[in-house]
């Protein structure tokens, strides 16, 4: 800090000087304007969706040319995001005379494009200080009227992974803008120290890892391997993960990791890894989705059906579109996944939607020809696709993105922090009042952490100091079935802590009945003893006592004192002399 300058003087020439930067560097590098959608109210809530896939390749990360559109992650969670507010909106019990707005960009799951992205919801703020800030009295008391300006957000919603969540918080706490996250579980993002707007409504991975960790226990499993998707999610679940099951005696036979991009090459190798410690049965994978693709294609590729179980983390859960191609390398697997039920009033209002009917959603149409395969005439695509949309299309067997309860949540908890500051702040004044026109993010913050609401399946939603929910999930199993298919199949749960699993619905892969093991070494026998290999407590080979040594524990061997001698079973030694006799061809004893 420069000598004699206030903190709060400090503070700000640190954003500008930051924000000033970020601008420049994104200014001079490829991009391309993109879509918003965008939802008028008294209050804007902010959010970033992944409505379009990752860029693929050096050239298209270069430009930042996002893929395919998405329907779960993104076309479904837009939707929600419009359908809750309406809700909200109409509701005389939250923010009685007050709309909420959004406004909806594109993060495309990748950190460059979310930054971008979220520096467009940042210059709104600026945009609003300066306004405020350069406002000029006139002689009379009047203040001289403001150019025209877009509203700023009040917070965000999103984005969607963990790393990238990490950098956009990094840039929205510069600025006070609370963030909730409906799918980003790092633990990291609970350090309040460094993410101190950070919330989520989805359990963070030292949760999950603990349920990894007991459900690696309940079957005795001590020798198993791990594998992670590059980044913060994987990385630091996998590290949760390892630490726990060690304190238990648990090996790791082989530990490895994965690039989100990573092609059939690097995935062959991680198989062969896997393959060279074959008594790891188990393969613990804190993976996103592409990790989980790329792993079961190459398991087909290698002839590896069969050899592994997979033990999944919420980035598979259950995950229809992994497993699609390839279910019988999946088959046997245990996911675990966020409990979240199916959100029943979002079917009638997602069914019915279509281009038609639908002005909101600028990305719609491109969905819609995306989904079926068919152009709408006047759209950017109609000279790629032959096949005209007729309107008969429907979306009635579409299949419900798993985390669209915790984007409702998430939308939730921001309208009940809201909520409870307006009546904080405005001493029973029904509206905006004053002190709501320009919104103080760390308020709200601190109203945010403090409320308690039920949530879209009646769950109750609230945060701990952490800004963390409490822990709760279903543990998932993909099975065959009589007919021929494949399917995820509930065989547990686990609720603040507590584990519960029904063994008996539990289903093993083709190669292997029952419940299988994982174990390095089995067991030695009552008079043996273990002789660890290498460093690797869970391997070791059984030996045999001497006959003047007795078995103090499992791993030693020690010789008795002089006139002692080891009982039978090598328990322990007798104080008298063992007689020492010699039977001779005869009979006779010597």
Known sequence: MVPGMAKSTWVRLLRWV????????????????????????????????????????????????????????GIQRVEAMFQTLDRINSDPNILPNITIGCEIRDSCWHDTVALEQTIEFVRHTISTQTQHSSAQKCLDGTMLSSPAYEQPIVGLIGPGSSSVTIQVQNLLQLFNIPQIAYSATSKDLSDKARYKY??????????????????????????????????????????????????????????????????????????????????AHVVVCFCQGNTVRGLLAAMERLNATGQFLLLGSDGWADRKELTAVNPREAAGSITIKPWSPQVESFHEYYQNLNPWNNARNPWFHEFWQWKFNCRIVGHAQEDILDKICTGNESLHNYSQDTKLGFVINAIEAMAHGLHDMQTSLCDGEVGLCPMMHNVNGTLLLEHILSTTFLGVNNETVKFDKNGDPPGRYDIMNFQPFENGDFGYVKIGSWKYGQLTLDDDNFKSNFNMSGIIRSVCSEECQPLEV???????????????????????DEHTCTPCKDKWWPRADKTGMDSKQRSRTKKYPNGHLA
């Not at 930067?21 to 304007?33: F, K, N, Y």
């Not at 209050?43 to 990752?54: K, Q, V, W």
């Open 198 to 279: 950070f919330l989520r409504v989805i359990p963070p991975d030292t949760l999950q890892a603990q349920a990894m960790a007991d459900i690696v226990m309940h079957y005795n499993w001590t020798y198993v391997s791990t594998l992670h998707t590059t980044g913060n999610y994987g990385q630091s679940g996998a590290d949760v993960f390892k630490a726990l099951v060690k304190k238990d005696g648990v090996c790791i036979a082989t530990s490895d990791q994965v690039e989100y991009d990573a092609d059939d090459d690097r995935y062959d190798s991680v198989v062969r890894n896997l393959q060279s410690t074959p008594s």
């Open 18 to 73: 930051i924000f000033t930067w970020i601008v420049l560097w994104t200014e001079t590098a490829a991009g391309r304007e993109r879509l918003v959608a965008r939802m008028e109210g008294d209050l804007i809530i902010g959010a970033l969706f992944s409505i379009h896939e990752t860029p693929r390749g050096p050239a298209g990360i270069s430009a930042r040319e996002c893929g395919e559109i998405r329907e779960q992650y």
């Open 530 to 552: 273990k002789k660890v290999k290498g460093h690797d407590t869970c391997c070791w080979v059984c030996t045999t006592c001497k006959d003047h040594e007795f078995r103090e």
